[in-house]
């Protein structure tokens, strides 16, 4: 009796070890997410004369004015001991090198690059990419001349908005919602081609319900504004945000980041106004009244899963398609000598891509413009990996390499190809390492 006793003294024993450690397991699983965002605004002085980004026809002239301020945002999101930023901003693009200096003023308050990730816009009025990339040093002017100045401030203004973004967080539910965009936007490359017609609204709303952080990620170029344009501006994103915050209200940050959109263009209004700024803001605007209907149709829900991943991808080898000479080369005034050049100081041999999952959304962060065929084959099989609802592509994520294409497109030649700087594998290289990546923030979600 006394053994019988004694074994089920230890069976209680080990079912109360047993209950304690799914506790702490059911614990660490529902560990609340907490939120905080900020903005900041990038645009620079005239003072600097710095120049737009987009077109290697303005010659890095500086820009005339300001049309509409330019800004970064920051959302912060933290779970137990772990944290993240998500910055977006209305810039063309960031190069490499950039988000380094960022993490390294960054590195004393914790901040490590697995944990970073910017997605800009892609903005042809706001500043000039090669402007901002210390690896530029060939004194091109339809490249785009490093301004180490304007580098120094803009880095300090994402480190600045990352920090206040951090400083108060709150708990938050998230949740999302899509809808199918037609006439919106078009394969530029191939009017049959494929197109990324989905816009995705993530909602981040306070415990207490109230409206904290929208982001909306919707596929095209923001290409209205053309080299003649002289004024500082977000284009049409910009528009979408403004318009977006104002019918929300409550102070609410609406974040935009593109997608695949390497060979997507928008499709103009119907009655949008002769100028290039009138067609920017009208369907900025007009895109923000489909983005609220969906916004309105998304529930979030408390304790969402979070979690994020930087998985390393070694690119080919660098070398220019055989007609750049014929198209980009002849638009930013590069000989071929000026490109073998420019190949080994301004591009990396290697480079990353971050995902991350907020609830049912998950951001595949591409560093570069990928075409639309290859990330809604992405978005197709992070889907099925993560078993989440709403696979996003964050195109351009953390640096510029070059655009993106299938080989076949590759081959076809054209714009886009000329300026894709890794020959023909490119795109199933990238798309096998994104998706590797993709496979490891699977395996962090637990069943």
């Known amino acids: 009796m006394s053994l019988d006793f004694r074994i089920v003294r230890r069976s209680i024993g080990m079912a109360v070890l047993i209950g304690t450690l799914c506790l702490s397991q059911s614990v660490l ?11 900041i605004d990038l645009t620079p002085p005239l003072s600097l004369k710095a120049s737009l980004g987009g077109y290697g026809e303005r010659m890095c002239r500086p820009a005339e004015g300001i049309h509409d ?37 960054l ?26 990339h210390p690896g530029n040093k060939l004194f091109i002017r339809q490249l785009g001349l490093f301004h180490r100045a304007l580098f120094d401030r803009t880095v300090e203004r994402l480190v600045t908005v990352i920090r206040e973004a951090g400083k108060s967080l709150v708990t938050v539910r998230v949740g999302t919602a899509a809808k199918r965009l037609d006439g919106w936007n078009i394969n530029r490359r191939d009017k049959s081609g494929p197109v990324d017609r989905q816009l995705t609204i993530t909602r981040v709303d306070t415990d207490s319900g109230q409206p904290l952080a929208v ?23 910009g528009h979408l945000q403004r318009t977006l915050e104002a019918m929300i209200g409550s102070e609410v940050t609406v974040m935009y980041y593109n997608g695949a959109e390497g060979d997507q263009r928008p499709i103009s209004r119907s009655h949008s106004g002769g100028s290039h700024w009138e067609r920017a803001e009208r ?38 398609h055989p007609q750049f000479m014929d198209t980009g080369g002849t638009e930013y005034g590069l000989t071929a000598k000026l490109m073998d050049t420019l190949l080994s100081t301004v591009f990396p041999d290697k480079t990353h891509s971050i995902s991350l999952r907020i609830g049912q959304t ?30 996003t592509i964050g195109g351009l994520a953390d640096e510029w390499v070059s655009y993106i294409l299938p080989s076949d497109e590759y081959e076809k030649g054209g714009y886009e190809a000329s300026v894709s700087f890794y020959g023909s594998t490119l795109g199933d290289v990238l798309t096998k390492g994104v998706l590797r990546g993709v496979r490891q923030l699977g395996k962090k979600v637990e069943p």
Do not use: C
């Open 29 to 39: 699983q529902a560990v609340e997410l907490r939120a905080g965002t900020a903005r």
């Open 69 to 105: 301020r330019v800004f970064a945002k920051a959302l912060v999101l933290g779970s137990g001991e772990d944290r993240f930023a998500l910055v977006t901003a209305d810039v063309l693009g960031f190069p490499p090198m950039l988000k380094e200096a960022v993490v390294s003023k």
């Open 107 to 132: 590195s004393d308050d914790g901040w490590t690059s697995d944990r970073i990730m910017l997605l800009p816009s892609h903005s042809h009025t706001s500043i000039e990419m090669m402007q901002i």
């Open 215 to 237: 982001l909306v990620n919707w596929t095209a170029h923001p290409t209205f504004m053309a080299a003649e344009d002289m004024w500082y501006s977000g284009g049409w994103p």
């Open 283 to 320: 369907y900025g605007r007009e895109l923000a009244i489909q983005a609220i209907d969906v916004y309105r149709v998304a529930k979030p829900r408390p304790d969402p899963t979070f979690v994020h991943h930087l998985e390393i991808i070694q690119l080919p080898k660098r070398t220019p």
């Open 362 to 391: 998950v951001i595949v962060g591409v560093p570069g413009e990928l075409a639309a065929g290859i990330g809604m084959e992405i978005k197709r099989q992070t889907a099925q990996i993560t078993g989440a609802t709403y696979p």
